[in-house]
């Protein structure tokens, strides 16, 4: 951590200026997908910045050559993907009519072109051991079946758009809207371009990792292809798919979600992730491992921390996968004894959000060498190398801006929570140049899931709140994942419940630490962070003013009307909500709602399917019944992820700042 917070220097003097400020959310770069060649020489990896003119993440390739030169690349291009035998890149980039295709570049030669011409953006490319295919993911247009028909419209008569008839149980997905009649396929191509080949059919959805058997004859996938799939969210299964005659069969058969398939470089042992589903709110995910024929399934790892990516390496001899520990996450090694050991710290691409916990993605080199992402609290994620245990930070894409800033410092803060015996994990950020002597107003920022853990990443968000001269607090309350799955199950059909004291505790030690104004305290937090922010000023009149952010209000009306309703009353509540209502009632804020006195703002996107805006508008509603000081902050267009695009993460602090300045 210490050689890690060394890259950004805490030593600018304070001006406004050095103060890290909103228009700086443009300035930041954040590196994502390393891609190390197959002989460890070279780093290709995304940087992305933001467009000022079109409000919006972007992103190029860079490389850091042989020789430690670090080179553009290739223009608005993503998924770099080297060829086994180093020699080509694959990567989706733009056609010359702004469609995305698969490309290929020929490093000798210095030439690149389009493989494919296709009307859907690829995902999930993979090369063939043998480098002559490369396999990938495309949404292909289902049947249409017209339901009722119109008489033909005049030539160039204007009428009204025709009605959308919905039949299909999962009909509009958060951020991508109303669903089209589409699935997702497994397709190859040829290395040297040409036609697409379709393996895979049926109105199912086919995606995640493409693991090639070392023949080059078969691709493992895993996909829900049950009957009644849409009624078994969690259920997915690894598949085998045969190219020589597009024959399909399921490796894996257990209820529960199976996925991300790698194999052993000599074939035999074939690597997964899942679990027996309990119908748990959360379950740790676990490595597995099978032979190739499907047979002698067990588990790899007794380890309580989900396990993702395993990828096989024959320097480590064994499988490489990432976990998030206690808000940290990491790379580590399993052999094919179960024998563990982890490699990495800080693992993450963060940049201008929230503090979520996450490992970024990671590949591996024939001599061991491994590329991935690091961040801390003081920097956004770069682009980093791991040698034998000597890890480099080669990149520093935002030294240029953040040298010349006093960041908020971050520090670590354990405690016991109030209800049982439990000890709860949280940060504190406290404004730059902090002096303890002087007293702070306070912010309690709660995170959403409320299976997701905040950690030890860059958060552009809170930054901004310190500048502004709070101390931001966060913590990850019983319910928090990256301590195990009774910690996070301690909310299992409890939620809110002691979640909410783990939070008062938190905020009564970080007072007890003398430079918080106690009459100064504010609280916010978004989607499940929304819930608990409710739940806290339906409990408490401590907070001088709150902001809400996408929440639920009503666990019945958001239990059918989340995008994701095949999935809430099943794995959140004991059942559907009319057969337990009187359940669904009792953990909802609603319930609260006349014991508020807080001022509260709810700040929810228009067009946020999974916490839809109904739940604040019922909220805002009651508040002003209730005469109480309240505002309701629509952001239009956006999804759940509110501060997706940077003008509404600068709208979204802004407008969370200016509602606690104007309730001191
Ligand atoms: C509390 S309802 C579900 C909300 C959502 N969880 C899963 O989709 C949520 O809390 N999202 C978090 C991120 O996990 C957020 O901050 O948006």
């Known amino acids: 951590q210490k050689q890690l917070s060394e890259d950004t220097d805490q030593t600018a003097k304070s001006t406004n200026d050095s103060l890290f400020q909103p228009k700086d959310i443009f300035q930041l770069e954040f590196a994502s997908d390393a891609q190390i060649s197959p002989d460890g020489s070279t780093i290709v990896y995304r940087r992305n910045w933001f467009d000022i003119m079109n409000d919006r993440s972007v992103g190029d390739l860079w490389m850091i050559n042989a020789a430690g030169k670090h080179l553009p690349m290739i223009e608005s291009a993503t998924s770099p993907r080297w060829s086994p035998d180093g020699t080509r890149l694959a990567y989706v980039g733009l056609d010359r009519n702004g469609k995305r295709q698969l490309f290929c570049h020929w490093f000798a030669e210095d030439r690149?072109?389009?493989?494919?011409?296709?009307?859907?953006?690829?995902?999930?490319?993979?090369?063939?051991?043998?480098?002559?295919?490369?396999?990938?993911?495309?949404?292909?247009?289902?049947?249409?079946?017209?339901?009722?028909?119109?008489?033909?419209?005049?030539?160039?008569?204007?009428?009204?758009?025709?009605?959308?008839?919905?039949?299909?149980?999962?009909?509009?997905?958060?951020?991508?809207?109303?669903?089209?009649?589409?699935?997702?396929?497994?397709?190859?191509?040829?290395?040297?371009?040409?036609?697409?080949?379709?393996?895979?059919?049926?109105?199912?959805?086919?995606?995640?990792?493409?693991?090639?058997?070392?023949?080059?004859?078969?691709?493992?996938?895993?996909?829900?292809?049950?009957?009644?799939?849409?009624?078994?969210?969690?259920?997915?299964?690894?598949y085998r798919v045969r190219l020589a005659d597009r024959s399909i069969t399921a490796v894996t058969d257990r209820v529960?979600?199976?996925?991300?398939?790698?194999?052993?470089?000599?074939?035999?042992?074939?690597?997964?992730?899942?679990?027996?589903?309990?119908?748990?709110?959360?379950?740790?995910?676990?490595?597995?491992?099978?032979?190739?024929?499907?047979?002698?399934?067990?588990?790899?790892?007794?380890?309580?921390?989900?396990?993702?990516?395993?990828?096989?390496?024959?320097?480590?001899?064994?499988?490489?996968?990432?976990?998030?520990?206690?808000?940290?996450?990491?790379?580590?090694?399993?052999?094919?004894?179960?024998?563990?050991?982890?490699?990495?710290?800080?693992?993450?691409?963060?940049?201008?959000?929230?503090?979520?916990?996450?490992?970024?993605?990671?590949?591996?080199?024939?001599?061991?060498?491994?590329?991935?992402?690091?961040?801390?609290?003081?920097?956004?994620?770069?682009?980093?190398?791991?040698?034998?245990g000597d890890l480099q930070v080669l990149t520093h894409l935002n030294n240029d801006l953040l040298e010349h800033k006093v960041l908020g410092e971050v520090t670590e803060q354990r405690f016991p929570s109030s209800a049982g015996e439990l000890e709860i994990q949280s940060w504190i950020m406290v404004p730059p140049n902090f002096d303890p002597s002087k007293k702070y107003p306070l912010i309690l920022e709660i995170h959403g899931g409320p299976f997701a853990a905040y950690g030890d990443v860059f958060s552009a968000e809170l930054q901004l709140m310190a500048s502004a001269g709070y101390v931001v607090?966060?913590?990850?309350?019983?319910?928090?994942?990256?301590?195990?799955?009774?910690?996070?199950?301690?909310?299992?059909?409890?939620?809110?419940?002691?979640?909410?004291?783990?939070?008062?505790?938190?905020?009564?030690?970080?007072?007890?630490?003398?430079?918080?104004?106690?009459?100064?305290?504010?609280?916010?937090?978004?989607?499940?962070?929304?819930?608990?922010?409710?739940?806290?000023?339906?409990?408490?009149?401590?907070?001088?003013?709150?902001?809400?952010?996408?929440?639920?209000?009503?666990?019945?009306?958001?239990?059918?009307?989340?995008?994701?309703?095949?999935?809430?009353?099943?794995?959140?509540?004991p059942g559907l909500p009319w057969d337990h209502t009187e359940h669904y009632m009792k953990r909802s804020p609603i319930s609260k709602v006349g014991n508020v006195e807080t001022p509260t703002m709810l700040l929810t996107g228009e067009a946020d399917y999974r916490t839809p805006i109904s739940e604040s508008e019922q909220y805002y509603q009651a508040l002003k019944l209730r005469k109480i000081d309240a505002a309701m902050v629509r952001i239009p267009g956006a999804s759940h992820g509110i501060a997706a695009r940077p003008s509404h993460l600068l709208a979204k602090v802004a407008y969370i700042l200016k509602w606690f300045a104007t309730h001191p």
């Open 256 to 388: 529960g979600p199976d996925g991300s398939p790698a194999i052993s470089d000599d074939g035999k042992t074939i690597a997964f992730v899942g679990y027996d589903d309990k119908f748990l709110g959360n379950q740790t995910q676990t490595l597995y491992v099978m032979d190739s024929d499907g047979g002698n399934k067990r588990k790899l790892l007794e380890f309580d921390r989900s396990v993702g990516s395993p990828k096989w390496s024959n320097f480590h001899k064994g499988f490489l996968f990432t976990y998030v520990d206690q808000g940290n996450a990491k790379l580590a090694v399993v052999s094919l004894d179960g024998e563990m050991k982890k490699l990495a710290d800080n693992l993450g691409s963060n940049c201008i959000g929230r503090p979520y916990a996450g490992p970024s993605s990671f590949t591996v080199a024939d001599n061991g060498a491994i590329a991935f992402c690091v961040t801390t609290p003081m920097m956004p994620g770069e682009l980093a190398r791991l040698d034998e």
């Open 112 to 238: 690149s072109t389009a493989l494919t011409h296709l009307t859907e953006s690829p995902s999930g490319i993979t090369w063939s051991p043998d480098g002559k295919q490369i396999a990938f993911f495309m949404s292909v247009a289902a049947k249409a079946k017209p339901f009722a028909t119109l008489p033909a419209k005049p030539k160039g008569a204007k009428w009204a758009d025709p009605p959308k008839m919905i039949t299909k149980l999962r009909y509009r997905s958060d951020g991508a809207g109303f669903l089209p009649d589409k699935f997702s396929h497994l397709f190859v191509v040829s290395a040297d371009g040409g036609s697409p080949r379709q393996l895979t059919t049926g109105d199912f959805n086919h995606n995640g990792t493409v693991a090639w058997t070392s023949d080059s004859k078969e691709i493992l996938i895993s996909a829900n292809r049950h009957e009644d799939h849409e009624y078994q969210p969690n259920n997915s299964e690894i």
């Open 473 to 573: 607090l966060y913590v990850n309350p019983r319910g928090s994942t990256s301590y195990g799955q009774d910690f996070a199950n301690e909310i299992h059909h409890n939620y809110p419940g002691q979640d909410y004291d783990d939070l008062m505790s938190a905020v009564d030690t970080v007072i007890a630490n003398g430079y918080v104004d106690k009459d100064r305290l504010y609280v916010t937090g978004g989607s499940g962070g929304g819930v608990l922010t409710a739940w806290i000023i339906g409990s408490t009149n401590r907070f001088k003013a709150a902001v809400v952010a996408k929440p639920v209000i009503n666990w019945y009306s958001f239990a059918l009307t989340s995008d994701a309703y095949n999935f809430f009353y099943k794995y959140w509540f």
